[in-house]
């Protein structure tokens, strides 16, 4: 019998997934000369009988997380970005003497065929401290038409250069956001990397792992999050605020008795001072639920 969770689990991890293969995809697209990835399939839609499956929208033509992960990803304009350990040694003759940083790079995708002039926000949170504090940066950039531009490469902000296999990464959360001259928000894109904690004294035995293993994370308490989803006085929309980086967010409607509700977004990753506004067409005023990675309710 599959339960709620689990339902919820392999939709999340199905939008992750379509989304990083998207992501990566269009950053080959480089331009003349360097169009690696012209193109991908979208496999499959939708099922032709009720049933749970890898469809990204089921038999009652409801799109399930991946269509819209999948959606943010085919945007006229993205962000995306990756990041690696790198360790450099101080000679060949011993592993002693290192140090060890964490490079980030960062690139926009512009799918249009005019040059866009954007600024590139960048805003590091640190998923374990509850002081508000932030680190990053404000760099103008210029998306190139019908192609990707590598717009930055370096060292995570935030996130000291360490020497000791005793020095432990901290958990920063990433955000980037491609924002227009006029302040809309064309791309975002928040990345996350955590500690794994090892199965044997993982209270004493920390180590950074790559990539992104959500399920190793330890989130912050609920109470902590500070999330709020407040509907707009027309019932027909909702803005989605937080103190704290939050995880695949989808929501649902608490009453089911009325009309189906079509959702602009799903599977949305939220972090503070980037509120978003979601359409909920059909929602006529009715109390939401969200759920979300570290909501407890696994």
């Keep these: ?45 939708n099922d032709c009988w009720p049933v749970t499956s ?18 943010r990803e085919l945007s006229r304009v ?3 970005m990756t990041r690696k350990d790198q360790t450099t040694y101080a ?7 290192f140090v060890t940083e964490t490079k980030i790079e960062i690139w926009g995708s512009n799918f249009s065929l005019d040059e866009i002039h954007a600024t590139l926000k960048v805003t590091a949170f640190d998923l374990d401290r509850d002081d508000g504090w932030t680190d990053g940066f404000d760099q103008e950039v210029v998306l190139k038409p019908n192609q990707t531009t ?20 901290k958990n920063i959360i990433l955000s980037a956001r491609i924002v227009a001259k006029d302040g809309t928000t064309l791309a975002r894109y928040a990345n996350w990397c955590v500690i794994r904690h090892l199965p044997v004294r993982p209270e004493l035995i920390r180590v950074p792992y790559r990539p992104e293993p959500f399920k190793y994370i330890v989130f912050p308490p609920v109470d902590k999050l500070g999330l709020s989803a407040t509907i707009a006085t027309d ?3 909702l803005t989605l605020s937080t ?15 009325g009309a189906e509700v079509k959702w602009s977004d799903q599977a949305i990753d939220l972090v503070p001072g980037d509120d978003q506004v979601v359409k909920a067409v059909g929602l006529a005023g009715r109390e939401v639920k969200l759920r979300y990675l570290g909501d407890g309710s696994a």
Aim: proline share 6%; glycine share 8%.
């Design 54 to 71: 890898w469809a990204i929208v089921d038999y009652f033509l409801r799109p399930k997380p991946a269509y819209f992960s999948i959606a």
């Design 1 to 45: 019998m599959m339960t709620p969770s689990y339902v919820y689990y392999t939709q999340i991890m199905q939008a992750e997934t379509l989304a990083s293969a998207y992501r990566l995809w269009r950053r080959n697209w480089k331009g003349p000369g360097r169009e690696y990835t012209a193109g991908a399939l979208v496999w499959q839609i």
């Design 78 to 80: 993205t962000v995306g």
């Design 243 to 257: 103190k704290k980086p939050i995880k695949g967010i989808v929501i649902d409607v608490a009453d089911r008795s």
């Design 150 to 169: 590598e717009l930055w490469n370096g060292q995570l902000p935030g996130q000291p250069i360490r020497a000791s296999k005793a020095e432990l990464a």
């Design 91 to 97: 000679d060949k003759h011993t592993a002693a003497n």
């Design 235 to 237: 019932g027909e929309s």
